[in-house]
Antibody, heavy 116, light 113 residues
Framework: EVQLVESGGGLVQPGGSLRLSCAAS????????MHWVRQAPGKGLVWVSR????????VYADSVKGRFTISRDNAKNTLYLEMHSLRADDTGVFYC?????????WGLGTLVTVSS | DIVMTQSPDSLAVSLGERATINCKSS????????????LGWFQQKRGQPPKLLIY???TRESGVPDRFSAGGSGTDFTLTISSLQAEDVAVYYC?????????FGQGTKLEIK
Protein backbone atom coordinates (compact mmCIF):
# COMPACT_ATOMS: atom_id res chain seq x y z
CA GLU A 1 0.00 0.00 0.00
CA VAL A 2 1.32 3.40 -0.99
CA GLN A 3 1.88 5.65 2.02
CA LEU A 4 3.18 9.21 2.26
CA VAL A 5 3.62 10.53 5.81
CA GLU A 6 4.55 14.17 6.29
CA SER A 7 6.14 15.60 9.43
CA GLY A 8 7.97 18.68 10.62
CA GLY A 9 5.16 21.22 10.64
CA GLY A 10 4.44 23.54 13.54
CA LEU A 11 4.23 27.12 14.72
CA VAL A 12 7.03 29.40 13.56
CA GLN A 13 7.52 33.15 13.75
CA PRO A 14 7.65 35.28 10.59
CA GLY A 15 11.15 35.13 9.16
CA GLY A 16 11.77 31.72 10.69
CA SER A 17 12.63 28.37 9.15
CA LEU A 18 11.24 24.85 9.08
CA ARG A 19 12.15 21.58 7.42
CA LEU A 20 9.36 19.30 6.32
CA SER A 21 9.87 15.60 5.67
CA CYS A 22 7.78 13.04 3.83
CA ALA A 23 8.41 9.35 4.43
CA ALA A 24 7.35 7.20 1.50
CA SER A 25 6.56 3.51 1.53
CA UNK A 26 4.75 0.89 -0.54
CA UNK A 27 6.35 1.87 -3.84
CA UNK A 28 9.76 2.37 -5.45
CA UNK A 29 10.26 5.95 -4.29
CA UNK A 30 13.30 6.67 -6.43
CA UNK A 31 11.40 6.15 -9.69
CA UNK A 32 8.77 8.84 -9.17
CA UNK A 33 8.78 12.61 -9.43
CA MET A 34 7.48 14.17 -6.22
CA HIS A 35 5.74 17.43 -5.32
CA TRP A 36 4.71 19.63 -2.42
CA VAL A 37 1.28 21.30 -2.48
CA ARG A 38 0.01 23.84 0.07
CA GLN A 39 -3.53 24.52 1.23
CA ALA A 40 -4.21 27.57 3.38
CA PRO A 41 -6.99 27.15 5.98
CA GLY A 42 -10.34 27.07 4.19
CA LYS A 43 -8.72 27.83 0.83
CA GLY A 44 -7.78 26.02 -2.36
CA LEU A 45 -4.77 24.04 -3.49
CA VAL A 46 -1.51 25.73 -4.48
CA TRP A 47 1.36 23.84 -6.06
CA VAL A 48 4.70 24.66 -4.38
CA SER A 49 7.52 22.61 -5.86
CA ARG A 50 8.53 19.52 -7.85
CA UNK A 51 11.65 17.36 -7.92
CA UNK A 52 12.69 14.75 -10.46
CA UNK A 53 13.74 11.20 -9.70
CA UNK A 54 17.45 11.74 -9.02
CA UNK A 55 16.99 15.08 -7.28
CA UNK A 56 19.02 17.06 -9.79
CA UNK A 57 16.10 19.00 -11.24
CA UNK A 58 13.63 21.06 -9.23
CA VAL A 59 11.08 23.75 -10.03
CA TYR A 60 9.28 26.16 -7.72
CA ALA A 61 6.29 28.44 -7.60
CA ASP A 62 7.34 32.07 -7.91
CA SER A 63 6.01 32.77 -4.41
CA VAL A 64 8.60 30.45 -2.80
CA LYS A 65 11.53 30.72 -5.22
CA GLY A 66 14.72 31.58 -3.35
CA ARG A 67 13.16 30.77 0.04
CA PHE A 68 12.23 27.06 -0.25
CA THR A 69 14.39 24.12 -1.33
CA ILE A 70 13.02 20.71 -2.27
CA SER A 71 15.28 17.68 -1.99
CA ARG A 72 15.11 13.93 -1.66
CA ASP A 73 17.07 11.01 -0.24
CA ASN A 74 16.19 7.95 -2.30
CA ALA A 75 18.16 5.66 0.02
CA LYS A 76 15.91 6.77 2.90
CA ASN A 77 12.72 6.99 0.78
CA THR A 78 12.23 10.53 2.02
CA LEU A 79 11.25 13.85 0.44
CA TYR A 80 12.13 17.17 2.08
CA LEU A 81 11.12 20.81 1.91
CA GLU A 82 13.47 23.30 3.52
CA MET A 83 11.62 26.57 4.17
CA HIS A 84 13.28 29.87 5.11
CA SER A 85 12.12 33.48 5.51
CA LEU A 86 8.66 32.22 6.26
CA ARG A 87 5.73 34.63 5.87
CA ALA A 88 2.19 34.64 7.18
CA ASP A 89 0.89 33.69 3.73
CA ASP A 90 2.95 30.48 3.84
CA THR A 91 0.54 29.21 6.51
CA GLY A 92 -1.30 26.05 5.58
CA VAL A 93 -1.27 22.30 5.29
CA PHE A 94 1.62 21.05 3.19
CA TYR A 95 0.93 17.86 1.26
CA CYS A 96 3.55 15.51 -0.15
CA UNK A 97 2.33 14.19 -3.50
CA UNK A 98 3.48 11.46 -5.86
CA UNK A 99 3.30 12.02 -9.61
CA UNK A 100 2.52 9.40 -12.21
CA UNK A 101 0.44 10.88 -15.02
CA UNK A 102 -0.59 13.50 -12.50
CA UNK A 103 -0.83 13.71 -8.71
CA UNK A 104 -2.05 10.23 -7.87
CA UNK A 105 -1.20 9.80 -4.16
CA TRP A 106 -1.33 12.45 -1.44
CA GLY A 107 -0.19 12.29 2.15
CA LEU A 108 -2.40 13.52 5.00
CA GLY A 109 -0.37 16.71 5.23
CA THR A 110 1.47 18.63 7.93
CA LEU A 111 0.28 22.01 9.22
CA VAL A 112 2.62 24.99 9.11
CA THR A 113 1.51 28.10 10.98
CA VAL A 114 3.51 31.29 10.56
CA SER A 115 2.53 33.74 13.26
CA SER A 116 4.02 35.90 15.97
CA ASP B 1 1.03 30.95 -15.73
CA ILE B 2 -2.00 28.96 -16.90
CA VAL B 3 -5.11 30.17 -15.07
CA MET B 4 -7.77 27.58 -14.28
CA THR B 5 -11.31 28.85 -13.73
CA GLN B 6 -14.09 26.62 -12.44
CA SER B 7 -17.83 27.23 -12.53
CA PRO B 8 -19.91 27.35 -10.52
CA ASP B 9 -18.16 28.10 -7.20
CA SER B 10 -20.84 26.09 -5.42
CA LEU B 11 -23.58 23.71 -6.46
CA ALA B 12 -26.52 22.08 -4.69
CA VAL B 13 -28.02 19.00 -6.33
CA SER B 14 -30.70 16.55 -5.18
CA LEU B 15 -29.74 12.96 -4.46
CA GLY B 16 -29.90 10.89 -7.62
CA GLU B 17 -29.70 13.92 -9.88
CA ARG B 18 -26.87 14.96 -12.21
CA ALA B 19 -24.14 17.38 -11.17
CA THR B 20 -21.93 19.14 -13.70
CA ILE B 21 -18.81 21.18 -12.99
CA ASN B 22 -16.98 23.19 -15.62
CA CYS B 23 -13.31 24.08 -15.86
CA LYS B 24 -11.70 26.50 -18.29
CA SER B 25 -7.99 26.99 -18.83
CA SER B 26 -6.35 30.16 -20.12
CA UNK B 27 -4.23 28.13 -22.56
CA UNK B 28 -4.75 24.87 -24.40
CA UNK B 29 -3.88 21.80 -22.36
CA UNK B 30 -3.63 19.58 -25.44
CA UNK B 31 -0.13 18.33 -26.21
CA UNK B 32 0.27 17.77 -29.95
CA UNK B 33 2.98 15.09 -29.59
CA UNK B 34 0.63 12.63 -27.85
CA UNK B 35 -2.80 14.22 -28.44
CA UNK B 36 -3.55 14.17 -24.71
CA UNK B 37 -5.10 16.86 -22.54
CA UNK B 38 -3.06 17.41 -19.38
CA LEU B 39 -6.06 17.94 -17.10
CA GLY B 40 -6.98 16.17 -13.89
CA TRP B 41 -9.94 16.28 -11.51
CA PHE B 42 -9.70 15.84 -7.74
CA GLN B 43 -12.24 15.34 -4.98
CA GLN B 44 -11.54 16.65 -1.48
CA LYS B 45 -13.82 15.68 1.36
CA ARG B 46 -13.79 17.64 4.62
CA GLY B 47 -10.68 16.94 6.66
CA GLN B 48 -9.10 14.71 4.00
CA PRO B 49 -6.41 15.17 1.36
CA PRO B 50 -7.47 15.45 -2.27
CA LYS B 51 -8.16 12.24 -4.18
CA LEU B 52 -7.48 11.81 -7.88
CA LEU B 53 -10.65 11.04 -9.85
CA ILE B 54 -9.76 11.67 -13.49
CA TYR B 55 -6.55 12.12 -15.51
CA UNK B 56 -5.89 12.86 -19.19
CA UNK B 57 -9.15 14.84 -18.98
CA UNK B 58 -11.36 11.76 -19.29
CA THR B 59 -9.66 8.65 -17.88
CA ARG B 60 -11.15 7.45 -14.62
CA GLU B 61 -8.64 6.50 -11.91
CA SER B 62 -8.81 2.90 -10.74
CA GLY B 63 -11.56 2.39 -8.16
CA VAL B 64 -13.49 5.55 -9.00
CA PRO B 65 -17.21 4.81 -9.46
CA ASP B 66 -18.47 4.97 -13.03
CA ARG B 67 -21.04 7.62 -12.11
CA PHE B 68 -18.06 10.00 -12.41
CA SER B 69 -17.23 10.95 -15.98
CA ALA B 70 -15.33 13.77 -17.57
CA GLY B 71 -14.55 15.20 -20.96
CA GLY B 72 -13.48 18.17 -22.97
CA SER B 73 -10.40 19.22 -24.89
CA GLY B 74 -8.17 22.22 -25.39
CA THR B 75 -9.41 24.81 -22.93
CA ASP B 76 -12.87 23.62 -21.88
CA PHE B 77 -13.51 20.64 -19.63
CA THR B 78 -16.39 19.12 -17.67
CA LEU B 79 -16.80 16.76 -14.73
CA THR B 80 -20.17 15.04 -14.43
CA ILE B 81 -21.62 12.97 -11.62
CA SER B 82 -24.52 11.13 -13.22
CA SER B 83 -26.49 10.28 -10.08
CA LEU B 84 -25.42 12.15 -6.97
CA GLN B 85 -24.82 10.09 -3.83
CA ALA B 86 -24.50 11.42 -0.30
CA GLU B 87 -20.82 10.44 -0.19
CA ASP B 88 -20.10 12.73 -3.17
CA VAL B 89 -20.41 15.86 -1.01
CA ALA B 90 -16.98 17.45 -1.37
CA VAL B 91 -14.98 20.21 -3.03
CA TYR B 92 -13.89 19.37 -6.55
CA TYR B 93 -10.78 20.80 -8.20
CA CYS B 94 -9.48 20.71 -11.74
CA UNK B 95 -5.73 20.93 -12.30
CA UNK B 96 -3.49 21.39 -15.29
CA UNK B 97 -0.22 19.47 -15.47
CA UNK B 98 0.71 20.71 -18.94
CA UNK B 99 3.14 23.39 -17.76
CA UNK B 100 4.82 24.40 -14.52
CA UNK B 101 3.49 25.95 -12.30
CA UNK B 102 0.87 23.18 -12.09
CA UNK B 103 -2.17 25.29 -11.32
CA PHE B 104 -5.50 24.32 -9.80
CA GLY B 105 -8.95 25.76 -10.24
CA GLN B 106 -10.42 27.59 -7.25
CA GLY B 107 -12.66 24.65 -6.37
CA THR B 108 -16.38 23.89 -6.62
CA LYS B 109 -18.26 23.02 -3.44
CA LEU B 110 -20.88 20.34 -4.09
CA GLU B 111 -23.72 19.93 -1.61
CA ILE B 112 -27.00 18.06 -1.35
CA LYS B 113 -30.16 20.07 -2.06
Amino acid sequence: EVQLVESGGGLVQPGGSLRLSCAASGFTFGTYWMHWVRQAPGKGLVWVSRINTDGRSAVYADSVKGRFTISRDNAKNTLYLEMHSLRADDTGVFYCVRETTTFDYWGLGTLVTVSS
Amino acid sequence: DIVMTQSPDSLAVSLGERATINCKSSQSLLHSFNNKNYLGWFQQKRGQPPKLLIYWASTRESGVPDRFSAGGSGTDFTLTISSLQAEDVAVYYCQQYHTSPYTFGQGTKLEIK
